[in-house]
Structures are given as structure tokens and as C-alpha cells.
């Protein structure tokens, strides 16, 4: 103001589509916001971009309709755009009312150079602000996450709290059914048994021979509804044909020679029970036929008999190989296939959870203590060495009448390696790092190392033996083609 000799001066920026004024000084005239300056005048020189200088705003045609000129009493007015970055981000506004001014280009071009370093330090300003904005934003963004990640925090270990309370609730749940449930693969089994233990409905147990799968079976019938039940297990594969339809319908006196009596048949003996059917694919077509009949109306009629008995028995049946494969070979009815796979179990063979064989071992050197009336033995870690690293054909049934013989055998309360009846093989792990078992502990990293050695090898193997056909192999395996997948990469043996 000193500059140009003004009586009043005003700095206006944009703001949401209008000008805001943000500081002024000189004396004002009226009340409200509009009476402070000629506001008319700033707008134009904000939207033209352009400077407006008037030494007589009256009898200028420009201005001579504006309000603010005659209300204001303006005479002289000079207004120039504040430019930054070639955006008008402000007016600089000059005027005069009583007192004569002569402003010449220079003053103009004065003006011009002060709004164009007041639109840096405005802008300047305005940046700094939305730093700090956004600071305070990005900080409150920040405890808002911290909290809710202390939060999920919270909410993670619950879960794993809860998970493991769960997982031990479930071995506690099986323990009496012989059933060491310690792998993922083992916990995944039963967190399904504990599922259909109470549906009645067929289940069909399929895994290798020795894998448990009749401790799976007991394990549903003991933990269900039915478990104060009968539980009837007919081994299908061992009954001749000619007798088999007699031991499951019964049959009734002088049904044939030799029938001197009536005799109730395996699958009534189940009634309110559980009867398991193992190795239900070997039994023959006509045999089929008739427990297709018992399954789909729950009655049966004993050889000889008249009239239909009914029953009410949960069927669960039992197979080495997967029922789905001998239905395609023909050697199961597609519609009793359809009929007894309500839900189907698979048990993982041993190499598949060694992580479980310490537990194994301790639970089976303690029921042999007991049955003995002697004191438990321990496995030396030598002993515990070569228990790691076998291939385990029979599965834990191998592994139990393993140790049965050595328990015998053994002459101290150790039971050394020598004592153990298995084939000589490179041992996976060092003894060093396998710990003497009592009442077993938990299982370390050697035992994950040990189970994955051995059932690399056992892929290599089964991959060699088919010229490397990933699809044969998984068949050879008994494992999922996505299974073998993802065993493949996480081996590194996909691109051998």
C-alpha cells in the first residue's frame, strides 16, 4: 500500500468456487462480508487472469455497474491474478477512495512481482497445511491399524488357544480307541470323525492295510449315538461265499442240513449297533445285491425265513483300495457304491505321519507293560533311529507287532536297536538327534525331516517305476494327483 499509495488493500484466494478473503488492511466500510472490497472487481481479474487497473472506476465503462463501486465509494482500483504454476491461486487487490493516485506500468509491474512471490509463500503455505493434514491423517490411520492389529493379535491367539484345546480335546476324545491323532493328517481324519460320529449315515474307510482303519471305525461307533450299541465287524474276504449268507441274514432251523436251530445273522446281531463290512469288495454280486436290499429298506430276511426282519444298524464299511476304483473295475455295483459313500474316510499310511510314530511306540510300550504286569521298556535312540527310518509296509499294525516282539525279547528295561525286527537300511537321521522315548514327547525337527526324506525317496521310487508318468505314479502311491503335485514341488522334483 505504501508502494501505490492506496488507502486499502486485500489478499483473496480461491477457494470452492468463489474467492475467500483472507487478510486485509485500511479502513472498512459497512457491515457485511461483501462491503470489505470490491469484490466484483477481484472476480474479474480471477477469472480473466489478467490485471485491472482503474483510476477512475466510476467512469469506467468496465466497472460503472458494479455495486461495490458506487456503495464502496471506489475511485481507483488495481487488482492483479497471483499466479503459481500458471494457476490463478489468488487476487492482490488495491483501492483508493478519497485520496488521488497516478499509477504508473512500473506500479503495475511492481504489483504483479509481489503477487507472484505472495502466490509462492501462499501456496507454500497451503502445502504445508495439507502436509500436515495429511500427517494427521496418516498418524491416526496409524494407531486406528496398530489397534486393529492388536486386535487381530487378540483374536489370532484365541484362536490358536482355541485350536489347540481342540486338537487335545480331540486326542482325549479317541485316546480310548487306541487312536494317536498328532499329524495334521491324523487331527484332519478326526475333526471328520468327530463330524459324522453323530449323522447316521454310511461311511466308507478307505486306506492301506495296517493303517487302523477299524480303530477309526470303533472310534465313530464309541464316540456316537450308537456307542452303547453292538458293534459288529464282518470280515468279508475271510467268510467263504457259501457260508456268508448265512452268517450275515442268519437263517432259520432247517433252512438247510445241518440247521438245527435258529440263528440270528451278523447284521441283526448290529441292531442298534454299528456293523462294519471289511473289505466290503470282495464280496460277490449276489451278495451285493442283497445288502443293497438291507440298505435301502433296513429290513433282512434269514436264509429260509418268510417274513422280513427289520434292523436299524449304521453300516460303515472298510477298503484297502478305494471303493471308486473297484466300482470302475467293475468289482462293486455302481449303485451300492452310491449308496455306501455317503462320506468317505481316508487313513494315512505310516510313512505319511511319522512325526506320530514316538507317540505310537510310547502307547504301545505301555499297553504291553500292562498286559504283561511288567515295567514299561524304552526304545535307545539307536532303536528310535531305525523306527524313523523304515518304510513301514504293514503300517502301524507292523509297527506294533514290531515292538510287541522286541518288548518280549528285550533283556533290560531298553530296548535296543538289535532287538528290532526290521530289515537293515541307512538310517534318515543321526541318533544324535533322536531323543530316548518314554511316554512321548513332543516331536522335533529331525522327525519332520526324517518323514519327508522317506517319502521323497518313496515318490523317486514310485516315479522311476512308471517312467516318471505323474498320473501312473499317483495311482502306484494311493495319493491324489493334487497331492502328488504339490509333494512334487515342494521336493524340487518337477522338472526331473
Not at 47 to 55: F, M, N, S
Not at 289 to 312: F, H, I, N, S, T
Not at 341 to 364: C, W
Not at 454 to 470: F, M, P, T
Request: hydrophobic letters at 45%.
Amino acid at each position: 500500500m505504501e508502494l501505490t499509495n492506496a488507502e486499502r488493500g486485500a489478499l483473496l484466494l480461491a477457494g470452492d468456487g468463489a474467492l475467500v478473503l483472507r487478510a486485509r488492511v485500511g479502513p472498512r466500510q459497512g457491515d457485511g462480508p461483501d462491503d470489505v472490497v470490491s469484490r466484483s472487481i477481484a472476480d474479474t481479474v480471477w477469472i480473466d487472469g489478467e490485471p485491472v487497473v482503474t483510476l477512475d472506476a466510476k467512469g469506467d465503462r468496465r466497472f460503472a455497474e458494479f455495486r461495490s463501486v458506487h456503495e464502496l465509494g471506489v475511485t481507483a482500483v488495481a487488482g492483479v491474478p497471483m499466479r503459481f504454476r500458471g494457476r490463478v491461486v489468488g487476487v492482490l487487490l488495491v483501492e483508493s477512495r478519497r485520496r488521488k493516485v497516478a499509477w504508473a506500468a512500473s506500479d503495475v509491474s511492481l504489483m504483479m512481482a509481489f503477487a507472484e512471490q505472495a502466490a509462492i509463500a501462499v501456496e507454500h503455505q497451503r502445502l504445508v497445511e495439507e502436509l500436515e493434514a495429511r500427517t494427521g491423517e496418516l498418524e491416526a490411520a496409524r494407531r486406528t491399524l496398530e489397534s486393529l492389529l492388536e486386535s487381530r493379535d487378540h483374536e489370532l491367539q484365541a484362536t490358536r488357544t482355541s485350536l489347540v484345546r481342540a486338537q487335545d480335546a480331540l486326542s482325549r476324545r479317541f485316546a480310548p480307541a487306541g487312536v494317536i491323532a498328532g499329524t495334521e493328517s491324523m487331527r484332519r481324519l478326526f475333526a471328520l470323525v468327530e463330524r459324522v460320529r453323530d449323522a447316521d449315515v454310511p461311511v466308507v474307510i478307505e486306506g492301506e492295510s495296517g493303517t487302523g482303519k477299524e480303530l477309526v471305525a470303533r472310534a465313530i461307533h464309541h464316540s456316537g449315538a450308537r456307542g452303547r450299541g453292538p458293534f459288529v465287524v464282518v470280515h468279508c474276504g475271510a467268510i467263504p461265499e457259501s457260508l456268508l449268507e448265512s452268517e450275515l441274514f442268519g437263517h432259520v432251523r432247517g433252512a438247510f442240513t445241518g440247521a438245527d436251530r435258529d440263528r440270528k445273522g451278523l447284521i441283526a446281531s448290529a441292531n442298534g449297533g454299528t456293523l462294519l463290512l471289511d473289505e466290503v469288495g470282495e464280496m460277490s454280486p449276489r451278495m451285493q445285491v442283497e445288502l443293497l436290499r438291507v440298505l435301502q429298506e433296513r429290513r433282512v430276511r434269514p436264509v429260509g425265513a418268510e417274513q422280513d426282519e427289520p434292523v436299524d444298524a449304521r453300516v460303515i464299511a472298510a477298503s484297502q483300495r478305494p471303493l471308486s476304483e473297484l466300482t470302475r473295475e467293475g468289482r462293486i455295483r455302481e449303485d451300492l457304491f452310491y449308496r455306501l459313500s455317503v462320506v468317505t474316510l481316508r487313513v494315512p499310511p505310516l510313512r505319511e505321519r511319522m512325526e506320530d510314530i514316538p507317540a505310537l511306540a510310547a502307547h504301545f510300550l505301555a499297553t504291553f507293560a500292562e498286559a504283561q504286569g511288567t515295567p514299561r521298556k524304552r526304545l535307545s535312540r539307536e532303536a528310535m533311529t531305525r523306527l524313523l527310518g523304515a518304510d513301514w509296509p504293514g503300517n502301524v499294525r507292523q509297527l506294533r507287532h514290531v515292538l510287541e516282539s522286541a518288548s518280549v525279547l528285550a533283556d533290560g528295561p531298553v530296548i535296543e536297536a538289535d532287538a528290532l525286527a526290521l530289515p537293515r537300511a541307512t538310517p534318515l537321521v543321526s541318533p544324535a538327534v533322536t531323543a530316548t522315548v518314554t511316554a512321548g514327547p513332543a516331536v522335533g525337527g529331525a522327525f519332520t525331516a526324517v518323514r519327508k526324506a522317506s517319502e521323497r525317496q518313496r515318490i523317486v521310487d514310485a516315479l522311476e517305476q512308471v517312467n516318471w508318468n505323474k498320473v501312473r505314479a499317483a495311482v502306484v502311491l494311493g495319493m491324489p494327483r493334487r497331492t502328488l503335485y504339490r509333494r512334487l514341488k515342494e521336493y524340487g522334483l518337477l522338472d526331473e
